[in-house]
């Protein structure tokens, strides 16, 4: 485990705007309760409570892979009636202590969903 420093920052803050995730013109997921984590130079990721998804379009995959700052990530791939997007979801679901905040949370692809609007 590595802890976020002046060389890696990560910072989790809530998002001040709706989220809305978008697969083949159905709703994935819909939230005024993300948190946005921001890592390093990398792009913004939004995390959205499970609770604001729709988790029956989600189907888990064997898929797992670590980070040495968040932990152990699980994914899901979306069904929709029409599409599946493959491992194109990933949690942390039992982050290391610094992350505690995106325990349970939901981050999608942004090349893997048709949109994930903010606004």
Not at 14 to 32: F, K, N, Y
Not at 61 to 69: A, E, N
Request: glycine share 6%.
């Amino acid at each position: 485990m590595k802890l976020p420093g002046p060389d890696h920052p990560i910072t989790i803050s809530p998002t001040p705007q709706r989220v809305r995730v978008i697969l083949d013109g159905q709703i994935v997921a819909e939230t005024s309760r993300a948190l946005t984590l921001q890592e390093a130079s990398y792009p913004a990721v939004q995390y959205i409570p499970r609770a604001d998804a729709a988790m029956e379009m989600l189907v888990r995959t064997p898929r797992s892979t670590h980070c040495p700052y968040k932990g152990d990530a699980s994914y899901y791939s979306i069904a929709t009636g029409g599409r599946q997007a493959e491992n194109a979801v990933w949690s942390y679901e039992s982050p290391y202590p610094a992350m505690a905040a995106i325990k349970g949370y939901l981050a999608f692809y942004p090349d893997r969903v048709d949109a994930i609007e903010i606004g």
